[in-house]
């Protein structure tokens, strides 16, 4: 298929489309509005249903009963509409259904402000709801990396019967890139038996029931212990890294969504003048790439590490375990959508290398 330049919320939406995804529940909110307003026209002409919900509450649960048919799920958000949805994920999580959430970062906390930001990198890697459980994070860097992992997305909450989050930023859902989409109109869905559809009261179909409320806290403990089991298989099977111009590094930066691409023309910039500098960019914030960091920042050569964040330091807390004190690492951010320059990154590594 032919370049087509689009803007990242209806390039991400047809990219869902073509992978499956008939089912969109959603509520209005900026940056994201673009998503469920191109849902609203084409799931119609592929047989799909888009329903606007009374609320960001209701839009989860929404995805809670479709996932649970068999069907392929999907809403969206910005910030505080996430935070609303996050009793609804913790539910689909201990229930095992697949659902795949796309979150626009908008600045916060509270209504804060409609501009990118990457403020809610605890809430998706922590597990924003409550209990002990993950769900999978995506952190694209462009439109068609996004895009390419929608499929991804929809076959890893299918494979794992997890929830998904797509965790981009206001500036990849505004933005106009040139993408190419896969047309894919008949999608091979994976079987599940398990699903709560097709039940025959003759027997040869048995009753499916999807549960998340577990009273014997024994019952509840083997539900963990899956799940667990489950996140384990995951760390091994799905961890995504890009490990940029690492290798014989003086310094290391470490960025993901679209700082990195600012990192990356920082780290471009550098090399050009004979100064070794690399980026580390985690493309799965969870199952975090752990080992990846540890062993591009553990060179000889390497002299520290920079995390660049356009939020108070969040992914720092995970690069700092990561590197376990064998170099030091610095920070560089701001919150409030503030987002880094190329020139500021490069004056603050020029800094380090003088230190």
Not at 37 to 63: D, H, K, T, W
Request: one cysteine or more.
């Amino acid at each position: 298929m032919a370049l087509k330049l689009m803007k990242g919320c209806e390039a991400i939406s047809e990219a869902a489309i073509q992978a499956g995804c008939r089912y969109f529940f959603g509520y209005p909110i900026t940056p994201q509005n673009d998503v469920p307003e191109y849902m609203s026209r084409r799931l119609p002409e592929v047989g799909g249903c888009f329903l606007q919900a009374e609320s960001e509450l209701a839009a989860i649960n929404m995805v809670y009963g479709a996932g649970g048919a068999g069907a392929r799920a999907m809403t969206s958000s910005s910030s505080p509409g996430i935070s609303l949805k996050q009793e609804g994920i913790s539910t689909i999580a201990a229930a095992e259904i697949p659902a795949v959430i796309v979150n626009m970062m908008r600045g916060g906390p509270g209504l804060g402000n409609i501009q990118a930001s990457q403020g809610d990198y605890f809430q998706a890697v922590k597990g924003g709801g409550h209990g002990d459980y993950h769900a999978v994070v995506y952190a694209p860097s462009s439109i068609q990396e996004t895009c390419d992992m929608m499929q991804r997305a929809f076959d890893t909450a299918d494979t794992y019967r997890t929830p998904v989050i797509i965790l981009a930023d206001g500036l990849i859902g505004q933005m106009m890139e040139p993408v190419e989409l896969k047309e894919n109109p008949n999608p091979t869905m994976p079987e599940k038996p398990w699903a709560a559809t097709g039940y025959d009261p003759k027997g040869t179909k048995p009753r499916a029931v999807l549960n998340s409320l577990y009273i014997e806290t024994e019952d509840l403990n083997t539900l963990i212990d899956r799940l667990h089991a489950r996140y384990e298989v995951i760390k091994q099977k799905e961890v995504l890294v890009e490990c940029y111009n690492t290798d014989g590094a003086e310094i290391v930066l470490c960025a993901y969504g679209t700082v990195a691409r600012v990192c990356k023309a920082a780290v471009n910039e550098l090399n050009e003048k004979g100064i070794k500098v690399g980026l580390v960019r985690p493309i799965t914030l969870w199952p975090f790439p752990t080992e990846a960091v540890h062993d591009a920042v553990a060179q000889d050569s390497v002299k520290g590490v920079l995390t660049v964040e356009m939020s108070d330091g969040q992914l720092l807390e995970d690069i700092r375990l990561a590197v376990n004190g064998v170099k030091p690492v610095e920070f560089m951010g701001k919150a409030g959508s503030i987002m880094p320059t190329t020139e500021g990154i490069i004056e603050r590594i020029m800094k380090m290398r003088e230190a």
